[in-house]
């Protein structure tokens, strides 16, 4: 290869190189065109009183261990999942699971993709203080709920809705 040659292919990469840094890295002077990203709210999330550990419910294999739990007004009471199967610990009646008073069963939403009560929205999504965890609970998985309101307030397992109990809230 010939010094003039070399000095061509020199060249032509020295143009090309300029070309790109041009182009590429060098910022453009002008209004640079924007990129809109749209933003997404995600449903408020409903706090969960903390965990009870006076007031524990078994959900297992066979049923709510115990099956009836006698609290005051105000406390929480947590289902703990010790299940093999995934379970829905949810008030009654099946599958509404609408008799515990709450004011999200008059909250709007599309209740043509809701799962368990009125107030879920979708799975896993709660859209108001409703007994019912609106999903799952896989083993050790937990769902506390406070009661305020007095009365006898009976509960199943949506997944199994032969397993039933009662709470009483005094």
């Known amino acids: 290869m010939t010094n003039q040659s070399k000095i061509w292919i020199v060249v032509i990469i020295s143009l090309a190189v300029g070309w790109v840094i041009g182009n590429y890295v060098i910022p453009i002077p002008g209004p640079q065109p924007t990129l809109t990203v ?4 995600a449903p408020e999330p409903v706090l969960e ?3 009870s550990e006076k007031n524990r419910i078994q959900v297992t294999d066979t049923g ?3 099956a009836t739990l006698r609290i005051r007004a105000g ?5 703990v999942s010790k ?3 995934p379970v829905w610990p949810a008030g009654n009646p099946h599958p509404s699971h609408d008799a515990y008073p709450s004011q999200a069963y008059t909250l709007a939403g599309d209740q043509a993709k809701s799962f368990g009560s009125k107030a879920c929205v979708e799975y896993g999504a709660r859209k108001g203080d409703v007994f019912d965890p ?3 609970l896989l083993p050790n998985q937990t769902f506390t709920f406070q009661f305020t309101e007095e009365g ?3 509960f199943h397992n949506h ?4 397993h039933a109990g009662t709470i009483i809230v005094e």
């Open 75 to 79: 406390e929480s009471v947590t289902f």
């Open 134 to 136: 609106c999903r799952l």
């Open 38 to 41: 749209p933003t997404v709210t």
């Open 152 to 154: 006898n307030w009976s």
């Open 64 to 66: 709510f261990v115990p």
């Open 49 to 51: 009183p903390p965990v």
């Open 83 to 85: 299940a093999t199967a």
């Open 159 to 162: 997944v199994r809705p032969e």
